[in-house]
C-alpha cells in the first residue's frame, strides 16, 4: 500500500513538473522565437499605446467607421472571453429579427445600399472576426467616403491596400482587416 501511494505522488509530482511546467515554458519559448507577434496577440500600436489587435474584431460606429461582422458575445460585444457563435439555428426567428435590425441600420447610414453581403449582417463562429469580405468593404465605401469628405476612388484604394487574398493562395476567402483599414483612414484624413 505504502508502494503504491508513494509511486503515484511520485508520478504525481514528476506530470504536474512535465506537463505543467516544462511543456507550458518550452511552448511558449518555440512561440516567442517563431511567433513574436502573434504570442504576443498581434497588438497595432499608435503612438506608443495599443489600439487594438489585429486578430481580434472590435466595434465601430458612425458613419465615419467601416463596421466589421457583428459579434456573437455577451453580454459585451467583442470580448475574447466568451468567444463563441450564438447558436441560433436558421429557423430561429431572434436570427432573423437580428439580420433585419442590422441591415434597417445599414440603410439608414446609406439610403441606397443594395445587395448588403452576408457577413455585414451575421456574426462569425467565434463572434470575434477582425475581417470583412471585401464586397461589404465596397458596400460601404461611399458611406465612408461621403462622411470623411475623401473621393470613393481613394477608399477604394485603401481598401485594395488592406485586402489579403486566401491563405497559402487556397485557404479561406479574400478578406479585409476593418482595424487597420480604419486606422490607414485616420491616418489618411488628418494629413494637412
Do not use: W
Request: hydrophobic letters at 40%.
Amino acid at each position: 500500500m505504502k508502494e503504491a501511494l508513494r509511486t503515484s505522488v511520485v508520478m504525481l509530482a514528476m506530470l504536474t513538473l512535465l506537463t505543467g511546467v516544462a511543456y507550458p515554458l518550452v511552448v511558449t519559448a518555440v512561440a516567442q522565437v517563431a511567433f513574436p507577434a502573434q504570442a504576443n496577440g498581434s497588438l497595432i500600436v499608435r503612438e506608443g499605446r495599443p489600439v487594438g489587435s489585429s486578430l481580434i474584431g472590435q466595434p465601430f460606429s458612425g458613419p465615419r467607421y467601416f463596421r466589421g461582422r457583428p459579434s456573437a458575445t455577451s453580454p459585451v460585444p467583442y470580448n475574447a472571453a466568451s468567444s463563441g457563435g450564438s447558436n441560433l439555428g436558421p429557423l430561429n426567428p431572434a436570427l432573423k429579427d437580428g439580420v433585419q435590425a442590422r441591415i434597417a441600420d445599414l440603410r439608414r447610414e446609406a439610403p441606397g445600399l443594395e445587395g448588403i453581403p452576408v457577413d455585414l449582417v451575421t456574426a462569425s463562429g467565434s463572434g470575434l472576426d477582425p475581417h470583412i469580405s471585401p464586397a461589404s468593404a465596397e458596400a460601404q465605401a461611399s458611406r465612408v467616403a461621403k462622411a470623411r469628405g475623401m473621393s470613393e476612388d481613394e477608399v477604394r484604394a485603401l481598401i485594395v491596400r488592406h485586402s489579403e487574398g486566401r491563405q497559402f493562395g487556397i485557404l479561406g476567402e479574400p478578406r479585409v482587416n476593418v482595424l487597420l483599414l480604419n486606422l490607414s483612414l485616420d491616418e489618411a484624413t488628418e494629413r494637412p
